[in-house]
């Protein structure tokens, strides 16, 4: 396990699995007797109840975070179920340990390409930052006149760079994603994302809600090659959801009340300038957060 006070220092021991990654969220093992991601058979993803904002590990976790995250990202793996994906059936002797059940995916290893797959439909967060100053979204030029929260004319896909564990992802260009994977591959991510997200936000729309925007993660199947769906998809930590009455019926800043941790980046926002450690999130601003995300849960599957 990693040194206390770094992600994954709580991974628990997993009978038949071997802890060998944690980033921000998620702790990663591969089979007993296998050495590491680049060799293991399969991958076992445990998701934490650890929270992050701004790429930081905050404290406390968001009880049962892990869980709620997991049963979203295989309910979304099923709706999306012509779309190549990394979950793998148990068998040949790989079983799920019954403590990690409900929040660990089996998955199939992938050769993952260094690019966080990013579409928004909608002007927010840091797109809104950007926008205020130059009229651009990750250099995409958008019409005159937006304001925050506002639809985009189209949804547009705005790649970021993967960072090492302890750096920030950067906004790169599509060019730049040419560059690190080549044309060919860049084009069918920049597609795949495009196509995945318009389908989920339709998804999302009979449910009530607004899928604003969202960040996939693919890889290589190191058979077949095949561009495939991996990490976590469309969960509250990925994406930005919003209340669609909320919001075509209140005004201004009041109608993105979302589904996410945006709470938990509004309070840190407020009581942190993003320098040393962040400071200990209040009981009810985790309590706050895990209602959010039992309701988007209930509101989407139920
Ligand atoms: P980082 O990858 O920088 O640690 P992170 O903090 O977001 O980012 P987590 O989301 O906590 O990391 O951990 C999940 C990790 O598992 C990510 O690095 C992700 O790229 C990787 N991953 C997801 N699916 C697969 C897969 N099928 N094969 C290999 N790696 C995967
Ligand atoms: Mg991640």
Redo the contacts with the bound molecule.
């Keep these: 396990a990693a040194a206390a006070g770094l992600p994954g220092s709580d991974a628990a021991a997993l009978p038949g699995w071997t802890h060998v990654y944690?980033?921000?969220?998620?702790d990663?093992y591969v089979p007993e007797g296998q050495t590491g991601?680049a060799d293991a058979t399969a991958?076992l993803?445990v998701a934490s109840d650890r929270v992050s904002a701004f790429d930081f590990v905050l404290e406390p976790g968001i009880p049962a975070k892990g869980a709620l995250l997991t049963q979203l990202s295989l309910w979304w793996f099923d709706q999306l179920d012509d779309f190549a994906n990394?979950l793998l059936e148990p068998g040949d002797g790989i079983t799920v340990p019954a403590s990690v059940r409900d929040r660990a995916m089996l998955?199939?290893?992938?050769d993952?390409f260094p690019i966080e797959c990013v579409v928004r439909g909608y002007l927010v967060g840091s797109g809104w930052v950007e926008y205020q100053a130059s009229g651009t979204v990750c250099d995409v030029p958008l019409p005159a006149g937006l304001t925050s929260g506002d639809r985009l004319p189209e949804p547009i896909y705005t790649p970021a760079f993967?960072?090492?564990?302890g750096d920030h992802d950067e906004n790169i260009s599509y060019e730049r994603t040419v560059e690190l994977v080549g044309e060919d591959v860049a084009s069918r991510l920049r597609d795949l994302s495009l196509d995945v997200y318009a389908r989920a936000a339709a998804i999302a729309e009979e449910h009530g809600l607004i899928l604003a925007d969202t960040k996939f993660?693919f890889?290589a199947d190191r058979t077949t090659g095949e561009i495939t769906l991996?990490?976590e998809v469309l969960t509250s930590d990925s994406s930005r959801y919003w209340d669609a009455t909320v919001y075509a019926t209140a005004d201004g800043g009041n109608r993105t009340e979302s589904f996410d941790k945006q709470i938990v980046r509004d309070w840190l926002s407020a009581h942190w300038d993003k320098t040393g450690t962040p400071p200990e999130l209040p009981a009810d601003v985790v309590e706050r957060t895990a209602g959010r995300y039992r309701e988007l849960i209930e509101r989407l599957t139920d």
């Design positions: 944690s980033g921000k969220v998620r990663l991601l991958v993803v990394h998955v199939k290893p992938l993952m993967k960072a090492e564990l993660e890889g991996a990490d």
